[in-house]
Structure formats: structure tokens, C-alpha cells
């Protein structure tokens, strides 16, 4: 199986990332594409910024990465995993997160991808600090 962690400063391509799961096998592809929105709790978001202690934010991610591998019956039929992950500044409309999976069948590739983001919101070391309109405050 393919594995691929990213953390970056530069703008993703999603373009780019969707090539990673070039694979004949792959009868699913799942992509989950995070992306700032303009409106937080009722306020206008101007910008957030990310920042990460990237070495921990790595093995976190590879730590989560392999607790969902476990968890698959029939692991010969996943193929990649791979997270790419955005720090910085960002503005509205800015893709900050894409987690993507592929595997022979649907449901595996549907769950492992829900379950991925569900734990790298939760877990992973990369704090949000969100400007609005009416202030600057870091999100849990």
C-alpha cells in the first residue's frame, strides 16, 4: 500500500494529488478537500493561520494512518492513503487539508477517509488562528 504525508507551506494541487491514486485496482477513490469558509460561528473570517510542530504533526498523522490499516479486513484491497496537510497563512476559499483514499471498494475507502479526518482534527498537532472581522482568536 501507498502512504504519502505532506505539510507544506505551498498552495495545494489538487491536481497533482489526485495522480497519486493512478492505479487500475483502484475500483474507489475517496477525497476529502478542506477549505476556509467565510463565515465561523456567525463572524466573517479574514484569514487563518496555521502552524504545526510539523515532526510530531507527521508521526501523529502516520501513527493515525496505521491505526485505520489495522482496522481493514482485507487490507490487499487498499491501495494508497495520503494527507496532505496546509501552514500558513490562508484566506477564504483556500484549500487547507485533502485527505484521499483509494481502494478496490467503496465502503473502505468512504469509512477509512471519514475516520482519518475525524482523528487528524482531534489529534494532530496543528493549531488554527482565525482573523474576523471583529478579532483574532485560536480555535479548539
Known amino acids: 500500500m501507498n502512504k504519502k504525508i505532506i505539510i507544506t507551506k505551498e498552495k495545494l494541487d489538487f491536481i497533482k494529488f489526485r495522480k497519486f491514486f ?3 485496482n483502484s475500483g474507489a477513490i475517496v477525497i476529502f478537500e478542506g477549505v476556509v469558509r467565510q463565515f465561523n460561528k456567525g463572524l466573517k473570517v479574514k484569514k487563518i493561520n ?3 510542530f510539523e515532526e510530531m ?3 501523529e498523522i502516520e501513527k493515525i494512518i496505521n491505526e485505520e490499516i489495522i482496522q481493514i479486513e482485507n487490507i490487499e484491497e487498499m491501495h494508497s492513503i495520503f494527507v496532505h496537510h496546509r501552514i500558513g497563512e490562508l484566506t477564504v476559499g483556500d484549500t487547507s487539508v485533502i485527505v484521499g483514499v483509494s481502494s478496490e471498494h467503496r ?3 468512504f469509512n477509512t477517509c471519514t475516520n482519518i479526518m475525524d482523528k487528524l ?3 494532530v498537532p496543528i493549531w488554527k488562528y482565525e482573523t474576523t472581522e471583529d478579532g483574532a482568536y485560536w480555535i479548539q
Request: glycine share 0%.
Open 22 to 24: 493512478n492505479n487500475k
Open 50 to 52: 496555521y502552524e504545526a
Open 57 to 59: 504533526a507527521r508521526k
Open 107 to 109: 465502503n473502505e475507502a
Open 121 to 123: 482534527k482531534h489529534r
